[in-house]
């Protein structure tokens, strides 16, 4: 799809005196000023993460709660389960919790949810089997901050609720023993966009800081929080929260601890997963976390958990073993989706015309239409929600936005033809029943017409810098480096190159450009993913990212480009 290229321009003093004082390139420091990183200090701290950076915990509204309970429960030897969530966040997150207090002296088991069977969420008859279990305290984790109805069970039952989590809350706030949310109003937590293993991390961190201080822990048997990062960055890297701030300190840290980590689970799931080199948020966001959300997606997110707690090597080849399998099923039911969906649109004789996309079918598999609606939204650029319809006509779908249209608002505008729907402004889910998708579809629609104009529906690419041929070299691709992690918030930069020239062509794997390019009498090698029937004649302007190539033992530069233009003045 044609994009439209979007020149950040920075001010030249505010790059100059940044190239000079944290010892960067130009290139480098317009890069940061761009994205808003414009003082030594934080321009330091963004290329420098460091753990004592870290906000104190006890700022999240609710803490010193959470922290009292859970001791009250370590002493009084109660039975505590968690309740997480079905995706890579909520599988890390009940993992995170589970390992820490079992390791800590806490009774401690977890639940979570079928996303078939029990729906998202807290809802009251998983409730009433944790609790008929023997739990006295339930910890919720990447949900929970909308559950008012659940709350009051909780409370009628004589059992203590603690929730953990992430998510926009409504007007009303459970009423729980404490409710951890950095959104929540009165939070004075400085940093809002934590995962929800973000906040179980937070509460780890009160706690040992809390026993610490209480004399709990014997000579050298306090716990090394370090020993949790990979589980953390895991889940915040999958959830796509920006990786800025304490997000960046945890995928930094976290992704040194997922190359190195001992954990049996995660040594088995790089294994499937064809991981040797080093990790990065591209492992886990294409590799390791799609293994991890398979299960959930197809049946049961349980053994996704197990892996991550288990010690046993054996046993965590054997589910590693299983979550690639569902992985592998999960993709060829998703191909078929797709297949299914672009033939929808393509033949449906409202696209281009249309602003919205929301399509609905009794053959497609519940657990798998939010990453067919992502794929959608990247073809066609317009706010997309799936449906999947079951044999008794209930009606469940998964939507994801694009830049310029709040998703959950429209929603809201949308509700008369829904039974229920939750999320965020890029994804969000829907429930109803087969007879009002109809009304949903003109509903959303006109939501779309009302906020989207034309230009809202041409994708953008964010260029971070305008350089001259001789400003790229493999000292720029090794400086451009310690900018990563890279990933939602701190996307790979892009670079544009002006009046090129591309002087060979060839295609090869499956649909890819290799080029030779040259402007200004530099040559470069290039390589452009998946665009093998982009035009390459007459005078272009490439926007690429620069990379180093290790081949044969020798280091050269590539430009992996992302998109090509024909030249402009």
């Known amino acids: 799809m044609h994009k439209k290229w979007i020149i950040k321009t920075v001010a030249d003093t505010k790059v100059n005196y940044l190239s000079t004082l944290l010892g960067v390139s130009r290139i480098t420091a317009r890069i940061l000023v761009g994205r808003g990183i414009d003082t030594v200090e934080v321009g330091s701290q963004f290329l420098a993460p460091a753990l004592s950076a870290m906000h104190d915990p006890f700022q999240l509204k609710g803490m010193h709660a959470a922290v009292e309970r859970v001791l009250m429960a370590r002493i009084s030897g109660e039975s505590v389960c968690i309740y997480g969530d079905y995706d890579v966040d909520g599988i890390s997150g009940t993992a995170l919790l589970v390992s820490f207090l079992r390791q800590v002296g806490l009774t401690c088991n977890y639940f979570i949810p079928n996303r078939f069977d029990d729906g998202y969420g807290l809802n009251e008859d998983a409730l009433q089997k944790i609790i008929d279990s023997g739990a006295s305290l339930i910890i919720s984790v990447d949900c929970g901050i909308t559950a008012v109805k659940e709350a009051k069970f909780c409370q009628k039952a004589g059992v203590n609720l603690i929730i953990l989590d992430h998510h926009t809350p409504m007007e009303s706030i459970p009423e729980a023993t404490a409710v951890v949310d950095p959104l929540q109003l009165g939070c004075t937590y400085p940093f809002k966009m934590l995962a929800g293993v973000g906040v179980a991390f937070n509460l780890l961190v009160a706690l040992r800081s809390r026993m610490r201080q209480d004399g709990l822990f014997g000579v050298g048997n306090e716990p090394d929080l370090r020993d949790w990062l990979d589980l953390v960055a895991l889940g915040t890297i999958a959830d796509v929260v920006p990786l800025v701030g304490q997000n960046r300190i945890y995928a930094f840290y976290g992704l040194q601890k997922l190359q190195n980590s001992l954990r049996p689970g995660i040594v088995a799931l790089k294994k499937v997963s064809v991981i040797k080199e080093t990790v990065s948020c591209g492992h886990v966001g294409f590799r390791l976390a799609p293994r991890l959300n398979a299960a959930g997606r197809m049946e049961s997110a349980v053994p996704g958990v197990e892996l991550l707690l288990s010690e046993r090597a054996d046993e965590c080849t054997m589910i590693a073993d299983e979550l690639d399998a569902a992985n592998s099923e999960r993709q060829t039911i998703e191909r078929g989706i797709l297949e299914q969906a672009v033939a929808m649109v393509d033949g449906g004789g409202t696209y281009p015309a249309c602003k919205s996309i929301v399509l609905a079918s009794r053959n497609w598999h ?204």
């Open 366 to 569: 519940q657990g798998v239409i939010g990453i067919v609606a992502s794929r959608l939204v990247e073809r066609y650029h317009r706010p997309t929600i799936l449906i999947a319809i079951d044999e008794q006509g209930n009606a469940k779908g998964s939507g994801r936005s694009i830049p310029g249209f709040h998703l959950l608002e429209a929603l809201t505008v949308c509700s008369d033809h829904l039974e229920r729907f939750g999320g965020h402004r890029y994804a969000a889910g829907v429930g109803l029943k087969e007879g009002g998708i109809d009304g949903l579809i003109i509903a959303f629609e006109a939501a779309a017409l009302h906020i989207l104009g034309d230009s809202e529906l041409v994708p953008l690419l964010d260029v971070d810098a305008d350089v001259r041929s001789a400003e790229v070299n493999l000292a720029l691709a090794n400086e451009l480096q310690r900018m990563e992690p890279f990933g939602a918030g701190n996307p790979e930069p892009v670079l544009m190159m002006r009046g090129v020239t591309v002087l060979e062509r060839r295609i090869v794997g499956d649909g890819h450009l290799k080029l030779r390019v040259s402007t200004d009498g530099q040559v470069f090698n290039a390589i452009a993913f998946r665009q093998a029937e982009c035009p390459t004649d007459g005078l272009l302007d490439i926007a690429f990212f620069p990379e180093s190539n290790l081949w044969n033992n020798s280091t050269t530069l590539q430009l992996r480009i992302k998109s090509i233009r024909n030249a402009e003045a």
